[in-house]
């Protein structure tokens, strides 16, 4: 995946509300940054865990190749696990819950054995980020910086704070979430988020 500087988006973001300091600039990008892929899951990403074992930890995104020489990404949300049953050449899908655990965005645990195990999964950008994926600087740049300049506008005691504009921006920011959401969905109509095993009852 393709990642770009964080200060690349800081001439953009000074139009908006010039801070005097970079790192709360940095600070405010890497977070609406985190909320525009979570809440748009925009970037989706296929992790191949092979084999796996029952009752077992496994990391999805942080020590996937994603982040090679880096720690810039993480899981945002499972969107589907498939995987086979030891000795059937059929895949199925796994469920939350019945099949799998969600201890973190970032961590899952099995309750069985599976093979050729593929998670699917939305991926947000760490706190502690230096890079963010090129796809938000070049097609949402207005809405991140509009995000992040809502942080800056809301901050009190601040030369810069403006509850006024700090609403204003994050309506902006909020429309260009939900432009994302609607093109990730028409665009992959099959991505829907993890599927949860029908609960049968009975009623008397």
């Known amino acids: 995946m393709i990642t770009v500087p964080i200060a690349v988006f800081n001439a953009s973001l000074r139009k908006i509300v010039n801070v005097p300091l970079p790192f709360i600039m940095a600070e405010s990008i890497v977070k609406a940054a985190q909320t525009f892929c979570r809440k748009s899951q925009l970037i989706i990403y296929t992790r191949s865990l092979g084999d796996v074992t029952a009752l077992q930890d496994y990391t999805l995104i942080s020590d996937s190749e994603l982040n090679t020489n880096k720690s ?12 086979q049953e030891p000795g059937s050449p059929e895949p199925i899908t796994l469920h939350r819950g019945s099949d799998y655990v969600v201890y973190s965005r970032d ?7 599976y093979t050729n195990v593929q998670v699917r ?12 994926p090129i796809v938000l600087l070049e097609d949402y740049l207005d809405g991140i910086c509009s995000g992040a300049a809502s942080l800056l506008f809301m901050q009190p005691d601040s030369d810069w704070s403006s509850a006024r504009l700090a609403k204003h921006h994050d309506t902006l920011f909020i429309e260009s979430i939900v432009e994302a959401r609607r093109f990730r969905l028409d665009a992959n109509p099959h991505q829907t988020t993890a599927s949860r095993p029908v609960v049968k009852r009975n009623f008397y």
């Open 107 to 113: 961590e899952i645990s099995f309750n069985l054995a």
């Open 121 to 132: 999964c939305a991926v947000e950008p760490v706190q502690s980020a230096t890079e963010l």
């Open 72 to 83: 810039l990404l993480k899981c945002s949300e499972v969107i589907s696990i498939s995987g």
